[in-house]
C-alpha cells in the first residue's frame, strides 16, 4: 500500500505562484511514476504532469507547459515526495489538484488540494 499527502495549495492572485508538494510513504519502491491531476466541478480529471522514478518528465498538458515544473525527491529510482511548481497563474488553472502514484496494474491518490487563482 502507498499513502499519499499533497499540500501547498491555496488562493493566489493571477500571476503569482504556488509550489504543490505530494508526501509518499508505504511501499513507495513499487512505485513507477507519479503525476499530478487536477479536476474542476462538472467536468473530467486531467492529467497536468507525469515523472517516472529516474526523474524524467514524461509529460506536461499543453495548457501549462513552461509556466509549470515538476519535479521529484528521493533516491535514484524511487520518488519519495513530488512537487508541482507553478508560475504564472491563471484563473483557468483554479482547481482541485490531485497526486497519483502508480504501480504496474494499480493507481493511488491523494486527498487534493485547492488552488484557486483569483484576484
Known amino acids: 500500500q502507498v499513502q499519499l499527502m499533497e499540500s501547498g495549495g491555496g488562493l493566489v492572485q493571477p500571476g503569482g505562484s504556488l509550489r504543490l508538494s505530494c508526501a509518499a510513504s508505504g511501499s513507495t519502491i513499487s512505485i513507477i511514476y507519479m503525476a499530478w491531476y487536477r479536476q474542476v466541478p462538472g467536468k473530467q480529471r486531467d492529467m497536468v504532469a507525469r515523472?517516472?522514478?529516474?526523474?524524467?518528465?514524461?509529460?506536461?498538458?499543453d495548457s501549462v507547459r513552461g509556466r509549470f515544473t515538476i519535479s521529484k525527491a528521493g533516491a535514484v529510482n524511487t520518488i519519495d515526495t513530488m512537487y508541482l511548481q507553478m508560475n504564472n497563474l491563471k484563473p483557468e488553472d483554479t482547481a482541485v489538484y490531485y497526486c497519483?502514484?502508480?504501480?504496474?496494474?494499480?493507481?493511488?491518490w491523494g486527498q487534493g488540494t485547492q488552488v484557486t487563482v483569483s484576484s
Open positions: 497519483q502514484g502508480r504501480e504496474r496494474s494499480k493507481s493511488y
Open positions: 515523472i517516472d522514478t529516474a526523474g524524467r518528465t514524461n509529460y506536461y498538458a
